[in-house]
T-cell receptor, first 114, second 112 residues
Framework: EPEVTQTPSHQVTQMGQEVILRCVPISNHLYFYWYRQILGQKVEFLVSFYNNEISEKSEIFDDQFSVERPDGSNFTLKIRSTKLEDSAMYFC????????????FGPGTRLTVL | ELKVEQNPLFLSMQEGKNYTIYCNYSTTSDRLYWYRQDPGKSLESLFVLLSNGAVKQEGRLMASLDTKARLSTLHITAAVHDLSATYFCAVDIQGGSEKLVFGKGTKLTVNP
């Protein structure tokens, strides 16, 4: 069964460093998302992406964040200068039908900022 | 702003017992989802509820949706230890928004 994959599974970085989290969505899906979950808290929407542009973003997704689909298979989330409070689990999701369909979540990347 | 409230947030129950988790949301929605999350793991989709009165069952779990009351329930029948996990409901906003708004989750512990 097709699934969303994410790499790395765990990333440790120093405060102020840039990180790139990678996702491979399900191959025929056109809508892509990032969510985050701070430890012990609820899952929060960050951004949605369709047709090579951001379609919606939350107030969390500030100028330190960016997303990109650098090729036909990968979808990345970049955090330019990480802060301690960026430590969280980051989930990528994809959907075939966007607003009209279900989102399928990847296994997550645990980001630890020291 | 869409708000999603789950209760209880923590639930400890004995094996063999029944219980219900509630999910209330504040505005009209197209779809309601229930997810299971084991510690340190991703979100496993359990149910997608699309219309008023929808009821879905899988094993010991049954989910229902009342769009008029803006309420969904996840009923657990004859709980077993393997059901121990955190359960989230999530709602998407009607009108083409793609973001899912999650509740805070219900951490379920089933004791032998």
């Amino acid at each position: 069964e097709p699934e969303v994959t994410q790499t790395p599974s765990h990333q440790v970085t120093q405060m102020g460093q840039e990180v790139i989290l990678r996702c491979v969505p399900i191959s025929n899906h056109l809508y892509f998302y990032w969510y985050r979950q701070i430890l012990g808290q609820k899952v929060e929407f960050l951004v949605s992406f369709y047709n090579n542009e951001i379609s919606e973003k939350s107030e969390i997704f500030d100028d330190q964040f960016s997303v990109e689909r650098p090729d036909g298979s990968n979808f990345t989330l970049k955090i330019r200068s990480t802060k301690l409070e960026d430590s969280a689990m980051y989930f990528c999701a994809s959907s075939e039908y966007g607003p009209w369909g279900e989102q399928f979540f990847g296994p997550g990347t645990r980001l630890t900022v020291l | 702003e869409l708000k999603v409230e789950q209760n209880p947030l923590f639930l400890s129950m004995q094996e063999g017992k029944n219980y219900t988790i509630y999910c209330n949301y504040s505005t009209t929605s197209d779809r309601l989802y229930w997810y299971r999350q084991d510690p340190g793991k991703s979100l496993e989709s359990l149910f997608v509820l699309l219309s008023n009165g929808a009821v879905k069952q899988e094993g010991r779990l049954m989910a229902s949706l009342d769009t008029k009351a803006r309420l969904s329930t996840l009923h657990i029948t004859a709980a077993v230890h393997d059901l121990s996990a955190t359960y989230f409901c999530a709602v998407d906003i009607q009108g083409g928004s793609e973001k899912l708004v999650f509740g805070k989750g219900t951490k379920l512990t089933v004791n032998p």
